[in-house]
C-alpha cells in the first residue's frame, strides 16, 4: 500500500516557537516530525510514499530528497496555492490506482498499521478512518458510527461550547480507495472531512471507523508540541 502524507500546512498555531519552518518539520528528538511518520510507515512495509506540500516545501525537499537514504521512494506535489487537503490530494490523481493511506503531516503516532489496513479491506469501503478519543474534542472532527463501524456523520470543527464531547475524533490517518477523487474538483480549494466526506456521506458510500487507544497525538499548538515532547521523555509513545 502506499501513503500520502498531508504536509503543505504553515502551522500559525505553532510559529511562535517555530517560525521559519513547515509544522511537519518540528524537531522531535533531534529528528523532523515527518521523519518519524516516514519510520512508522516503513516499519510496515509501506516503502512508496507521496508528500502533499506547500508552504516552504523546499525545507522538505532539501532534507528528504528521493528519500533513499531513509530508504524509501518519495514523491513530491507541491501546490502553486493553498487548495486545501482534499485540493493537494487531487495532483496524485494518476499516481494512486489502488487503495491508499493518508497521513495528516502534523500527528506522530505509534498505531499498528497493519490492524487498520486489515480492517478496511474487511469492510470493503470507500474509506477508513482512524478514530480516538483526544483531550481537545472540541476543535476535532467528531464522528457518529453505527453498531457496525460505519459512520453516519461527520461533525467537522469548529463546534459550539455545549456540543456533545464524547463523541470519537478523526484521528488523522485514513484509508481510502481511488474512488475519492471522484468526489475532488480539480483546482478548488476543499476540505477531506469537510467537503469530501461529507458529500461522499450524502451519496450513502460506505466508509467505516477504525477505534484505537494507541498513540496518536497532533502537534498543531504549542502546548500539544510540549506535551509530545513530555510524552516521548517519559516513554508514552513507546518509539525511543
Same mark, same amino acid.
Given at each position: 500500500? #502506499?501513503?500520502?502524507?498531508?504536509? @503543505? @500546512? ?29 519510520? /512508522? ?12 506540500? %506547500?508552504?516552504?516545501?523546499?525545507? !522538505? ?17 507541491? *501546490? $502553486?496555492?493553498?487548495? %486545501? ?12 490506482? *489502488?487503495?491508499?493511506?493518508?497521513? #495528516?503531516?502534523?500527528? !506522530? ?16 469501503? !470507500? ?12 476543535? $476535532?472532527d467528531l464522528v457518529e458510527i453505527d453498531e457496525n463501524g460505519r459512520l453516519i456523520h461527520m461533525h467537522t470543527r469548529p463546534h459550539a461550547p455545549d456540543f456533545d464531547t464524547t463523541h470519537l475524533a478523526n484521528a488523522g490517518i485514513m484509508i481510502f480507495n481511488p474512488k475519492l477523487f471522484d468526489y475532488i474538483?480539480? $483546482? ?34 504549542? *502546548?500539544?508540541?510540549? /506535551?509530545? !515532547? ?11
Open positions: 500500500m #502506499n501513503a500520502v502524507i498531508l504536509a @503543505g @500546512g504553515k502551522g500559525t498555531r505553532i510559529s511562535s516557537i517555530f517560525p521559519d519552518i513547515p509544522k511537519s518539520m518540528i524537531p522531535i528528538q533531534g529528528k523532523p516530525l515527518l521523519q518519524h511518520q516516514i519510520e /512508522q510507515l516503513k516499519r510496515y512495509d509501506i516503502h512508496t510514499i507521496h508528500m502533499c506540500l %506547500g508552504y516552504l516545501s523546499t525545507a !522538505i525537499t532539501d532534507y528528504f530528497g528521493s528519500g533513499i537514504q531513509f530508504d524509501v521512494e518519495l514523491d513530491y506535489e507541491i *501546490e $502553486s496555492s493553498p487548495q %486545501g487537503t482534499a485540493g493537494s490530494l487531487y495532483l496524485l490523481k494518476d499516481h494512486l490506482s *489502488e487503495d491508499f493511506m493518508v497521513i #495528516n503531516g502534523d500527528i !506522530i503516532f505509534n498505531v499498528n498499521l497493519f490492524s487498520i489496513i486489515e480492517f478496511h479491506q474487511q469492510k470493503g469501503g !470507500i474509506a477508513t478512518l482512524t478514530t480516538h478519543i483526544n483531550p481537545h474534542p472540541l476543535d $476535532s474538483i480539480e $483546482s478548488k480549494k476543499q476540505n477531506i472531512e469537510k467537503h469530501i466526506i461529507t458529500d461522499m456521506l450524502k451519496n450513502n458510500e460506505m466508509i467505516y471507523c477504525y477505534q484505537t487507544d494507541e498513540y496518536i497525538h497532533d502537534t498543531g499548538t504549542v *502546548e500539544r508540541y510540549h /506535551q509530545v !515532547i513530555q510524552d516521548v521523555m517519559n516513554g508514552k509513545l513507546g518509539l525511543f
